[in-house]
Each structure stands twice: as structure tokens, then as C-alpha cells.
């Protein structure tokens, strides 16, 4: 193995580096959203086991994966140090040394568990055993067979060995393969012919196309001066005649490569060997991407390329050695490997800024091709994530044009006009695409034949419907038609149970969601909405555990936080006190914006007679919410109960400026008047503006009655009460009440004394009238007035009591 010096690590760190930097300011896009924003298995809870279980997206792989499958860098790097760990299994002797074999079996699992392609690394390892290791040319090899075929002669020692070493990496191979059919469930994955028209096109255009997209490849190897972020749909044109002109490349193609495979396989020289490696590289590494044996999910993919690029850089640097060996073409050999290293720099430096955004990538993609409905499509998607819908909706129409038949152009159509509020439009657009969809074939199987993500068609005509009352049915009827078409639709099944609690049918809501978990129980979302299904149905115990079942799932599930203990608290159970405060406090970490939550821990702590930190909760929900109506209130109720009423009355006019409509805000602040205050003029003006809002209210017309008794008006508190009686006939305490005030006003009649306080003035000026009458009068008068007094006394104790 050659020996690298640190000077040349440190040069191509440099370049790299000085190539790449730019691009950490770049943001997420294309791909790296499914697989790594939106990806559940990258979030803490989420189990370890889930990484061998699900694809690169977080899909469970027996569910529609791609070759995508795994990171192409990661799967490199495995792939490579799996062949380096194999160069090292032949000991000085010719031995097997066992420990390296062994190590590479393990990396190969690795490679493959990132990448599906990393298990060509065996052929890789294979043809470096045979050729280099051995050092047989395909003569040589072909000679040896022959003479052991005809008995002339038995295998010589290394050649066995060599056996034993291959049989050792097949049997693994062939290990891999049966554990990775058997994680699909022995199912290729599905495409649609918008993923790869090709693969569904007839004969001979399918194997002509598949046939040209070699040299294709090969060329954006050679000359990557125009690279594109997808390259499916309509971005190749089929090759549909033997008479099409890009034949002729097919045919260079291969009659290139077999001239290589012919000298490197021919000849024993370390050139020929170098060249046999690096075609081994570029050509094992593609073939399963090469659609020559399967059918893959796209067109052409430059992420594919990666392996095969180690390849192409190792001709070309073989190449530039033995040219640059040449002494007359030294200086021009060092010329021309310095332009292409620069120029292929600047062109990686430049081609980093089409990756910042999802937008100057897509738009990057349609300068290069505008066959492409699917980039018409992104580019839409990205303007529609920054809420530019009409804007996106141009590129979508864009994508029907290119692409008249594209299903998800037309979603895409609809749902940009139902963000624009034009739900007759949206409605014409899904009907389009629900009429593309191919039609039921009896005895065969529709999920195989259109791409689950099309189904959506029908939920999303179906969301856009119900929100007409009068179309519930219509939309219960698109929801039950994407499950028959597809039983194990997950979403089919979310979104008809909440169509169902909508339309009042909680039984048939719970049993599409027991139907759901029963295709996902590890959906904390589903958990979560059969809790809602428990609530509308009085189950809370019920509720409360799907509540559980949601957040042992997903701990910081905030909605199943926030409603769990909602129900805890409101179950007035003690002992669920302490876990429902946890849940509120978890859940302010989550949301610490949202005031609902602080109102919450303000109410706990409330029932909890922990009046400090209800204050500190309320008044915190207070401050990110102003006006909050819930909280106001409660804050002053907090204040009134604790004996703090004057500090209650702020909150209140607080409350009342929000909401002057408040009826129990006006009841308090009222109370407070009258009885803290002795405002009976503001209390009076408090009950009055109930009565105005809602004559029949009893409890304001009973206290402006008490505001009438308080300011001595007897006649007009007694009037006022018997209206509030004949409001509430069976309310005893206006009746008791009514006969206090009567009583009063029959002692006051008996003393003498006025009814109302216009009579009290002119009792005043009798007074002065009857001062000549006898001491024995006047001194009878005052025992009657005593006794008077004393009883009016005790009616009136009685009366605040109360």
C-alpha cells in the first residue's frame, strides 16, 4: 500500500475544505426534510431497534422502500474500508489470515445497512482476490479451469485457498440478501412511470432507454457541467427506435468499457491491474442502480455516482501518472490537471450556493431542465412555504402543462387554491386528479400500481368537503373508497374518525382508530385522538390511559400532555394532583408562549390553596395573553377569596375593559363595592348593566334588590324582589329575603318611621311639629322606637348573613 505523507493529507484536507466550506450555511432542503427533519427516527425516544427496522426516511422498510435507501457518503465510507480490511486477509506466506475476512464481513453489513449497494463490495473484493491478489489474467484463469475440467491436473494450493475466501464472502452475501428480502416481506418496492417512466414502457424502448442511460451516466462523470437535483419524469425522453441517434452512444459506451475490461483482463502488468480496479469500482457499485435488473425509483441519479466516481478519479489519475511520466508532456500534463483541479473547484464552490434553499436549488434544477413537472412542482412547494401561494400556484399549473397527467401537480393545484380560500377551484383540480387515478383491475392488487402518496387525493377532497355540514356523507364516502383501495391506509383510517366524532358517530370513530393502531400502534398521534373519542363518549378513565399510552410513546406529546391533565384536574381527584402539575409544567417547557398553559398550573395551585403560586401562574398567562378572560377573572377571585378585595378591583376593570359583557366579573366587582367600598352607587351601576345585557338574570336582579335595602329604599327593594321571585319561583332564599325586607318594613310602620328616605325628611320637619307634646307621649314613643330598632337590627344581620 503506498505510504501518504502528511503534506498531501494536509493539501487535499485544504481543498476539500476550501471546495465545501460555503455550504454550512446552508440550510435543509430536498431530501434532507423527510430524512432528517421530519425523520421520527431520529428523535431521542424513539428505539434503537427502529434503525435496523425502518428505511432511511424512518418508513418502515416492509411498507414502499427505495434504493435510495441509505446515505450514499456513510455507505462509501463502509464500502471502502471493507476492501481495505480485505486487502489485509493474505499473510506473508500465502496464508488465510481470518481476522481481517471477519472484519469485513462486519463493514459490509454496515455499508449495506446505510446504502443497499454496499454489498457490491464483495464482487469488489472478489475481483482484487482473483486478479491482483493471485495474479491471474482472464487467459490464465481460463487455462487453469480447463486443465483441472479435463483431470490433467488438481487445483494448486493457492487457488483453493483463493475458494475458500470467496465461498467464505459469497455465503455472507448471499446472508445479506435473504435478511434484507425478508425485512421487505419478499416485495420489490412500488413506482409509478413518474418516478421512472422507462421501467413501465414496452418493449424495445424500455431496454433501449435503460441502455442509454449508461453513457449518460458516464458522461456527467466526465463532465459534470450541468448537474440537476432529480432527474425523473419527462427530464430523459424515451428511446423508442433502434434508429434514434442516441444509440450511437450506447454502443460507444460499451465498446469503450469492453476494450478496458479486454486489456486490463488480458494483461498481468500493474497498469492493467489499476485500470481492472477502478472498473471494477465504477461498474459493481452502479449495477444496482443500473435499472438492467430491477426497476429503480428514478431516472438518473448523480448521489449513485458517488462509488463509481472513485473509480473514474482513479483512471484519470492513472492516466495523468503515465502521462506526466512522459518528459515532453510533463509540463503540459501538470497544466492540464491543474485547470481541471481548479476549474472543477470553483464549479463545486458555485454549485454549494444552489443548495442553500429548497427555492435556489429547485430553480438551479429548472435552469438545466423544464421537462421536469416534478421541479415545476418543488419550486411551488417552496414559494408555498413561505405562504407565496399565488406565486406557487403558477409553478403547479406550470406542472400540468409539462406534465398533463402528473396526479400530485393537480393536488398541488387544489390545495394552493384552498389556501387562497377559492374552495370551488380546489375542488375542480382534486376532481382532476382523482380522475387520473388508474381504475380498479379485478384480481390484481391496486396498491402495486399507483403510489400511496396519489391516494391522497381522496383525503384531501374529502377535508376540503366536509366543511360543508351538508356534504359529511359525500366525504365519509371518499375516505371508505381509499380504504378499499388501499386496506392498510393509515391516514384513510385517522381522518374518517374525525370526520365520524364531526357527524356525531363516536363508536364508528373509535373503531377507525382501533383499526388504525392496529396498522401503527407506535402512533402516538392515534393514541391521542382514541383518548378525544373516550372523552366524547364520558369515558375519561378510558381516555386517560390512551392519554398514557400517547405520551409512552412520545413523552413530550404536547397535546396528550395538556389534555391529560386538563382531565386530572377537572376529575377533582387529590391524588392526581401532583402528576397533572408535572404534566403542566412539561408541557410550558414545550409551548412557554402559550398562556392556557400557566392558567392551568394557576388553577391547580388554586385548588391547591397555594395562593402564591397561583398569583405568580395567573399572572404570567396574563401577561402573554392580554385580555384573557378565564384568567382575569380567577386572578381577582384569587384576590377576593384570600381577603385581598381592593386588590381584586384593578383585575376586574381589566377584565371588564376586555370583556364588559363578564356577568360574574360585574357580580364581583359589584359585591366588592357594596360591601368593601360601601359604593352602593357603583354596585348599583354593576347589577344594572347585567339586567341590561339579560333582564332574567336573578342573581343581578337579586343584588341590586340588596342595593335598594342597603340605601333604606324598603318599598322599591320590596318590588324588586318580588319581580326576582316571579323570575325564580323556586328560589328560596328571594323568598326568605322578600319576607325579611316585609318584616322590616312592617317593625318601621309599627316605630313610626319612614319606609324610604324621602319620608325620613319629612318625618324631620313632623318632628319639629310634635315637640309640644307631654314627656309621657314622647316617652312612650322612644320604647316603641327602641323596640323598633333592636328588631330591625336583628332582620338586618340577618339579611347581610345571608
Not at 513 to 534: F, G, K, M, P, Q
Not at 560 to 589: C, D, I, K, W
Amino acid at each position: 500500500m503506498a505510504v501518504v505523507s502528511w503534506m498531501e493529507i494536509l493539501l487535499l484536507t485544504g481543498l476539500v475544505v476550501g471546495c465545501y466550506w460555503n455550504s454550512l450555511s446552508c440550510g435543509f432542503v430536498f431530501d434532507d426534510v423527510s430524512a432528517i427533519l421530519d425523520n421520527k427516527d431520529l428523535r431521542p425516544a424513539t428505539p434503537l431497534r427502529n434503525l435496523f427496522l425502518n428505511d432511511f426516511w424512518g418508513t418502515p422498510m416492509a411498507e414502499v422502500t427505495g434504493v435510495v435507501g441509505r446515505a450514499e457518503l456513510l455507505s462509501s465510507i463502509f464500502l471502502l474500508a471493507a476492501f481495505l480490511a480485505y486487502t489485509r486477509s493474505n499473510g506473508a506466506d500465502q496464508s488465510i489470515v481470518w481476522t481481517p475476512i471477519a472484519v469485513t464481513v462486519v463493514l459490509v453489513a454496515a455499508a449495506t445497512l446505510c446504502k443497499e449497494q454496499g454489498i457490491t463490495v464483495i464482487a469488489i473484493c472478489c475481483v482484487h482476490e482473483v486478479f491482483v491478489a493471485q495474479g491471474f489474467t482472464l487467459p490464465m484463469l481460463l487455462d487453469t479451469l480447463l486443465q483441472v475440467l479435463r483431470g490433467k491436473d488438481g487445483f494448486p494450493y493457492a487457488v483453493l485457498q483463493t475458494l475458500l475466501k470467496l465461498i467464505v464472502l459469497i455465503i455472507s452475501t448471499l446472508l445479506l440478501v435473504i435478511i434484507r428480502v425478508q425485512v421487505i416481506q419478499s416485495q420489490l418496492p412500488v413506482f409509478t412511470r413518474f418516478d421512472n417512466p422507462a421501467a413501465v414502457s414496452p418493449t424495445p424502448a424500455r431496454q433501449l432507454t435503460f441502455n442509454y442511460l449508461l453513457p449518460l451516466n458516464a458522461w456527467l462523470l466526465l463532465n459534470p457541467s450541468e448537474l440537476c437535483c432529480d432527474w425523473t419524469m419527462g427530464t430523459i425522453p424515451l428511446v423508442e427506435s433502434p434508429l434514434d441517434l442516441r444509440n450511437l452512444a450506447t454502443l460507444a459506451f460499451y465498446s469503450l468499457l469492453g476494450l478496458l475490461a479486454f486489456h486490463s483482463l488480458r494483461h498481468s502488468h500493474s497498469s492493467a491491474k489499476t485500470v481492472l480496479m477502478a472498473l471494477s469500482l465504477i461498474v459493481l457499485p452502479f449495477i444496482p442502480a443500473s435499472n438492467l435488473f430491477f426497476p429503480v425509483g428514478f431516472v438518473v441519479a448523480e448521489r449513485v455516482l458517488y462509488v463509481p466516481s472513485m473509480g473514474f478519479c482513479v483512471l484519470v489519475a492513472h492516466g495523468f501518472r503515465i502521462v506526466s511520466h512522459k518528459r515532453h508532456l510533463r509540463k503540459i500534463s501538470w497544466l492540464m490537471i491543474g485547470v481541471l483541479l481548479a476549474t472543477h473547484a470553483v464549479k463545486t464552490f458555485n454549485r454549494n450556493w444552489d443548495w442553500e434553499s429548497e427555492y435556489t436549488l429547485f430553480t438551479s434544477a429548472l435552469k438545466v431542465n423544464k421537462n421536469n413537472a416534478k421541479l415545476w412542482n418543488n419550486v411551488g412547494h417552496a414559494l408555498e412555504n413561505q405562504n407565496n401561494y399565488e406565486k406557487a400556484l403558477r409553478y403547479f399549473l406550470q406542472a400540468t402543462r409539462v406534465q398533463p397527467d402528473d396526479i400530485g401537480a393537480h393536488m398541488n393545484v387544489g390545495r394552493t387554491y384552498k389556501n387562497l380560500n377559492k374552495s370551488k377551484e380546489a375542488e375542480d383540480a382534486y376532481l382532476v386528479a382523482k380522475s387520473l387515478m388508474p381504475q380498479i383491475i379485478p384480481g390484481k392488487k391496486y396498491a402495486t400500481r399507483v403510489a400511496p402518496n396519489h391516494l391522497n387525493v381522496y383525503i384531501n377532497l374529502a377535508n376540503l368537503i366536509r366543511t360543508n355540514d351538508s356534504r359529511l356523507e359525500e366525504a365519509d364516502q371518499l375516505y371508505r373508497q381509499a380504504i378499499s383501495m388501499r386496506p392498510d391506509f393509515k391516514q384513510a383510517y385517522i381522518s374518517r374518525g374525525e370526520l365520524l366524532l364531526k357527524m356525531n358517530k363516536p363508536l364508528e370513530a373509535r373503531d377507525a382508530y382501533l383499526r388504525a393502531l392496529e396498522l401503527d400502534s407506535t402512533n402516538a398521534d392515534l393514541w391521542y385522538n382514541l383518548a378525544i373519542v373516550n372523552i366524547e363518549m364520558k369515558e375519561p378513565s378510558e381516555a386517560l390511559k390512551n392519554f398514557n399510552h400517547a405520551l409512552e410513546l412520545n413523552p413530550r406529546h404536547k397535546l396528550a400532555l395538556f389534555n391529560s391533565a386538563l382531565l386530572m384536574q377537572e376529575s377533582g381527584e387529590p391524588r392526581f394532583r401532583p402528576e397533572a402539575n408535572r404534566r403542566f409544567l412539561t408541557y410550558v417547557q414545550e409551548e412557554p408562549d402559550d398562556a392556557n398553559g400557566y392558567f392551568n398550573l394557576g388553577m391547580l395551585a388554586m385548588d391547591a390553596n397555594e395562593n402564591t403560586a397561583a398569583e405568580r401562574w395567573m399572572r404570567e398567562a396574563i401577561r402573554l395573553q392580554t385580555g384573557f378572560r378565564s384568567a382575569l377573572f380567577n386572578l381577582a377571585l384569587l384576590y377576593s377569596q384570600s381577603r385581598r378585595e381592593l386588590d381584586a378591583l384593578p383585575v376586574l376593570d381589566e377584565l371588564l375593559r376586555h370583556h364588559p359583557e363578564h356577568v360574574k366579573g360585574l357580580i364581583l366587582k359589584g359585591d366588592i363595592l357594596m360591601n368593601h367600598k360601601k359604593d352602593t352607587q357603583g354596585a348599583k351601576v354593576c347589577f344594572q348593566r347585567i339586567l341590561s345585557m339579560d333582564p332574567t338574570n336573578v342573581q343581578g336582579k337579586h343584588n341590586l334588590c340588596v342595593v335598594y335595602f342597603e340605601e333604606r329604599d324598603l318599598p322599591r327593594a320590596e318590588r324588586c324582589l318580588e319581580e326576582t321571585l316571579a323570575l325564580a319561583p323556586h328560589e328560596e332564599y328571594v323568598r326568605r329575603h322578600l319576607g325579611i325586607v316585609r318584616g322590616k318594613m312592617a317593625a318601621m310602620s309599627v316605630a313610626g318611621q319612614p319606609l324610604n328616605p324621602a319620608s325620613a325628611e319629612g318625618a324631620a320637619d313632623k318632628q319639629q311639629r310634635t315637640k309640644s307634646k307631654s314627656t309621657k307621649e314622647i316617652k312612650d314613643i322612644e320604647k316603641k322606637r327602641a323596640a323598633a330598632l333592636k328588631r330591625l337590627e336583628e332582620i338586618e344581620r340577618i339579611l347581610s348573613g345571608d
